[in-house]
């Protein structure tokens, strides 16, 4: 392991103990759910253990339906897509999230709006918000983003007075609640990621949510190939001869289905979330405790209305004026070396982002000249997204919220080390 060049300070630990607690988590319950599917031979579309895993992410997000996808980006596309957004519509997108945010907006022939972010939470910025509805604007898709909440109070205030529907983009926030809502429940559709790095996770995967019984039902439709979705009647349905009921009659689509395999370890995962998420915000919290100690540390910011935190990956902004000028990517190369945990950056923001390119794609995007205009990213500005990605972000993996203050205590202690030996690390 990388060691940082100090005399003097405290030992690094020793990560051939593999000091952190291990993602992704399963155990024995898991190994008996899978050969339970293996041996049904039912693998796929509406077994009941997707069936389960529905009604019971349904009930624990506090909303009406819960519907299983493919992955985290197409749940977006789908809702999208059932909400009847395309060709002339604009989406107001944070420029700080993953690529697939924007990514699902030209998908439906849209055009993604990207605005800033505030600093403190590095969510979307209501005003920036604001400033970018036109005419044309049809949804607002903000990201709860890391261990922060979109303030969905002014957000939802904007819908409501502009006549837009909300998409919430909660692949970081499962389980997280504002004011006793919990994420996914507040706008009109929520999206949530099972990929293998989020808090719930079957390797890949998505959900769903919305209380809007017919937009539902559309949306699953949309998932399975346009047909009309009939609940419980399929459950007994031989799917190993492609018996599946209803074709047609109801709308163009798609493949985007899960297995009955992801969704046994969905159901059991489920069952470890709740206390997971309280073993992450007790640490999390404690953890800000301690930076809020040191100089040139600053914890996001905990909004008073989130009620329950449910952190994703753990963030904090870093300002080197007070490191000596150590430069951001020193300090996490140090932090690394300390901890034995990978430290990154923020995503890259979108209007510079290599993984978000859409003029690469020319036979699918280039419908007319003033469309592959509005889809060039590089035309928005995005000065607070870049500056905290490029000088101020710092990111570790959740799964070092789930180990004991002990550790929280560790982290806290590494920075401080490197706060006090900055001028070495300079060479």
Same mark, same amino acid.
């Given at each position: 392991?990388?060691?940082?060049?100090?005399?003097?300070?405290?030992?690094?630990?020793?990560?051939?103990?593999?000091?952190?607690?291990?993602?992704?988590?399963?155990?024995?319950?898991?190994?008996?759910?899978?050969?339970?599917?293996?041996?049904?031979?039912?693998?796929?579309?509406?077994?009941?253990?997707?069936?389960?895993?529905?009604?019971?992410?349904?009930?624990?997000?506090?909303?009406?339906?819960?519907?299983?996808?493919?992955?985290?980006?197409?749940?977006?596309?789908?809702?999208?897509?059932?909400?009847?957004?395309?060709?002339?519509?604009?989406?107001?997108?944070?420029?700080?999230?993953?690529?697939?945010?924007?990514?699902?907006?030209?998908?439906?022939?849209?055009?993604?709006?990207?605005?800033?972010?505030?600093?403190?939470?590095?969510?979307?910025?209501?005003?920036?918000?604001?400033?970018?509805?036109?005419?044309?604007?049809?949804?607002?898709?903000?990201?709860?983003?890391?261990?922060?909440?979109?303030?969905?109070?002014?957000?939802?205030?904007?819908?409501?007075?502009?006549?837009?529907?909300?998409?919430?983009?909660?692949?970081?926030?499962?389980?997280?609640?504002?004011?006793?809502?919990?994420?996914?429940?507040?706008?009109?559709?929520?999206?949530?990621?099972?990929?293998?790095?989020?808090?719930?996770?079957?390797?890949?995967?998505?959900?769903?949510?919305?209380?809007?019984?017919?937009?539902?039902?559309?949306?699953?439709?949309?998932?399975?190939?346009?047909?009309?979705?009939?609940?419980?009647?399929?459950?007994?349905?031989?799917?190993?001869?492609?018996?599946?009921?209803?074709?047609?009659?109801?709308?163009?689509?798609?493949?985007?289905?899960?297995?009955?395999?992801?969704?046994?370890? *969905?159901? #059991?995962?489920?069952?470890?979330? +709740?206390?997971?998420?309280?073993? @992450?915000?007790?640490?999390? /919290? =404690?953890? !800000?405790?301690? *930076?809020? #100690?040191?100089?040139?540390?600053? +914890?996001?910011?905990?909004?008073? @209305?989130?009620?329950?935190? /449910? =952190?994703? !990956?753990?963030?904090?902004?870093?300002?080197?004026?007070?490191?000596?000028?150590?430069?951001?990517?020193?300090?996490?190369?140090?932090?690394?070396?300390?901890?034995?945990?990978?430290?990154?950056?923020?995503?890259?923001?979108?209007?510079?982002?290599?993984?978000?390119?859409?003029?690469?794609?020319?036979?699918?995007?280039?419908?007319?000249?003033?469309?592959?205009?509005?889809?060039?990213?590089?035309?928005?500005?995005?000065?607070?997204?870049?500056?905290?990605?490029?000088?101020?972000?710092?990111?570790?993996?959740?799964?070092?919220?789930?180990?004991?203050?002990?550790?929280?205590?560790?982290?806290?202690?590494?920075?401080?080390?490197?706060?006090?030996?900055?001028?070495?690390?300079?060479?």
């Amino acid at each position: 392991m990388k060691k940082l060049a100090i005399n003097g300070g405290i030992p690094s630990r020793d990560t051939n103990k593999n000091p952190w607690p291990k993602w992704p988590v399963w155990g024995k319950e898991e190994e008996v759910a899978l050969i339970e599917v293996l041996n049904s031979g039912v693998w796929s579309y509406n077994g009941p253990k997707e069936m389960e895993f529905n009604k019971l992410f349904a009930e624990y997000t506090g909303v009406k339906h819960s519907i299983c996808v493919v992955n985290g980006t197409i749940t977006m596309q789908i809702a999208l897509e059932a909400l009847g957004i395309g060709v002339g519509d604009e989406v107001i997108v944070p420029g700080l999230t993953w690529q697939a945010t924007a990514a699902t907006v030209i998908d439906v022939n849209a055009t993604p709006i990207l605005v800033d972010i505030c600093e403190d939470t590095w969510c979307i910025d209501p005003k920036e918000i604001e400033k970018a509805i036109t005419p044309r604007t049809k949804a607002i898709m903000p990201v709860h983003l890391y261990g922060a909440f979109a303030d969905m109070d002014a957000i939802m205030a904007i819908a409501k007075k502009h006549n837009l529907y909300v998409i919430e983009d909660c692949a970081h926030k499962h389980g997280g609640e504002w004011k006793g809502k919990k994420a996914g429940s507040i706008g009109n559709v929520g999206s949530f990621s099972f990929q293998l790095s989020k808090h719930l996770t079957a390797g890949e995967g998505g959900s769903i949510t919305t209380n809007d019984t017919d937009l539902a039902e559309k949306m699953d439709a949309l998932r399975n190939v346009g047909r009309r979705p009939e609940g419980d009647s399929l459950i007994g349905a031989d799917k190993g001869i492609g018996d599946y009921g209803d074709d047609g009659n109801f709308i163009q689509s798609g493949n985007y289905r899960i297995t009955e395999f992801q969704a046994a370890i *969905l159901v #059991e995962g489920l069952k470890r979330l +709740p206390e997971q998420n309280e073993n @992450r915000d007790a640490n999390g /919290a =404690y953890l !800000n405790t301690l *930076l809020k #100690e040191i100089e040139g540390v600053t +914890p996001l910011k905990k909004d008073d @209305r989130e009620t329950k935190k /449910a =952190y994703f !990956n753990f963030a904090f902004r870093y300002d080197s004026s007070k490191f000596k000028n150590l430069p951001i990517e020193k300090f996490r190369s140090a932090l690394e070396a300390e901890l034995g945990i990978i430290v990154d950056a923020c995503y890259e923001p979108l209007n510079n982002c290599s993984l978000y390119v859409p003029h690469t794609k020319p036979s699918r995007h280039k419908l007319n000249d003033a469309y592959w205009k509005a889809i060039d990213p590089k035309r928005f500005s995005l000065p607070v997204c870049e500056r905290i990605f490029k000088e101020e972000s710092v990111c570790v993996h959740h799964k070092v919220l789930m180990g004991t203050k002990a550790d929280m205590d560790l982290v806290a202690t590494a920075i401080k080390k490197i706060y006090t030996h900055a001028e070495e690390l300079m060479n």
